[in-house]
């Protein structure tokens, strides 16, 4: 090569990363230069734990994003009757009233009836396997379509784990005292109950307890031990029921306008996404290192009698629920694609999880 050659592609080459030098910090200019400010509605009332308040909240959700971001994106967050009543973040998210909800997505099941197994599926998956599905299984992928058409992103942020059956101010001693009982229950598990004849009621979680003590329910579900134990459901009903069958693990919605969504640069998309995955993970083991005090509190000092469901009860609510999920699926095709899909990876998810987390439940129980 000669010297003249030698020269130019050495000048060339100082000149690209001269080049290179100059338009970095211009790119990093420009992408900090923009910033956002959304608003956040949610289902739940004013410093509700998990749901809007603490670790793994939507509040330190909103706090994680806005130190993430250097402020580039503020959420302000608004509690359910806040800004608009609890359970219209759905309407609200579509018409653009607000970028984003914290809710759970089978309250949409009007809207969406296959909305519901993005929360969860009565005798389904626990939080390992749905969060495994979502992630890795193609679940995410699935929510994001459906929800495209309707002009919504969505995420997982957050997740109680495995849920109690629910508060009864009668005992249960078999599948026939569901009939005629008047119980706040929503999702899947809701459909149910009504096989069942269970007068169906969806309410907010603020208004439970005043409906329950005053005998307009007759029972009540809403999370867990501590979360309960919040609202005062024992001070209305004494009998705590538990399987986890209608809840096996409950994940939060972060409901997103797409258009919103759409104009935010790819590394605030990435703080989104990376914050709420943040607050799943934080929140489910805040739920688990609180239920246990709160049960043995309830129990010793509160008279709550805490049971598991008879096993012949259990087994006829499994039998309801697969007919239920089955009619559901074949009344809507969505819900048929979601449902096949969710299946097929809980069938897999199952195998792997009766060999690797059931014995080490086994050794657990023998403590």
């Known amino acids: 090569m000669s010297m003249k050659r ?15 030098a100059l338009s970095a910090p211009m790119i990093a200019k420009s992408q900090s230069s923009q910033s956002f400010t959304w608003r956040m509605t949610n289902a739940y009332p004013p410093e509700a734990p998990f749901y809007v308040a603490g670790p ?10 806005e130190a993430m971001s250097g402020g580039r994106l503020r959420i302000q ?37 296959a909305a519901q197994y993005f929360t969860t599926v009565p005798f389904g998956m626990n939080f390992q396997g749905m969060n495994a599905w ?8 699935l929510w994001h379509e459906l929800y495209a058409s309707r002009g919504l992103v969505a995420f997982p942020m957050g997740n109680t784990g495995v849920q109690m059956t629910g508060w009864f101010r009668e005992p ?27 007068n169906v009621r969806l309410l907010p979680g603020g208004e439970i307890f ?27 009903a004494k009998y705590y029921y538990t399987t986890g069958w209608h809840e096996p693990s409950n ?16 590394d605030l998309k990435a703080i989104v996404q990376t914050a709420a995955m943040a607050c799943n993970l934080e929140s489910h083991t805040w739920s688990e290192a609180n239920n246990s005090d709160a049960l043995t509190d309830l129990v010793e000092n509160e008279g709550v009698i805490a049971d598991t469901l008879p096993e012949s009860v259990v087994a006829r609510l499994r039998e309801v629920t697969m007919d239920v999920l089955e009619q559901g699926a074949n009344a809507d095709p969505e819900t048929r694609k979601v449902h096949d899909a969710y299946f097929a990876f809980l069938s897999k998810h199952a195998s792997w999880a009766g060999l690797s987390e059931g014995p080490v439940q086994q050794f657990l129980s023998m403590g």
């Open 77 to 113: 967050h608004f509690a359910a009757g806040e800004l608009i009543p609890a359970l219209e973040g759905y309407e609200a998210v579509s018409a653009g009233t607000v970028e984003t909800n914290a809710a759970n997505a089978y309250f949409w099941a009007g809207q969406i009836p």
């Open 56 to 65: 793994g909240s939507p509040e330190d959700f909103c706090a994680k994003v």
């Open 6 to 20: 030698r020269e130019f592609l050495k000048a060339g080459a100082g000149a690209v990363a001269g080049a290179g």
């Open 251 to 266: 994940a939060t919605e972060l409901l997103i306008n797409a258009d919103a969504w759409a104009e935010l640069p790819d």
């Open 210 to 236: 005043p409906a329950l003590e005053r005998g307009v329910l007759d029972a009540a579900e809403f999370v867990g031990p501590y979360q309960d134990r919040r609202l005062g459901l024992h001070q209305a």
């Open 134 to 141: 979502l992630y890795h299984g193609g679940g995410l992928e």
């Open 172 to 198: 249960i001693t078999s599948v026939e005292d569901f009939n005629g009982l008047n119980m706040r229950i929503p999702g899947l598990a809701g459909k149910v109950y009504a096989e069942l004849g269970v």
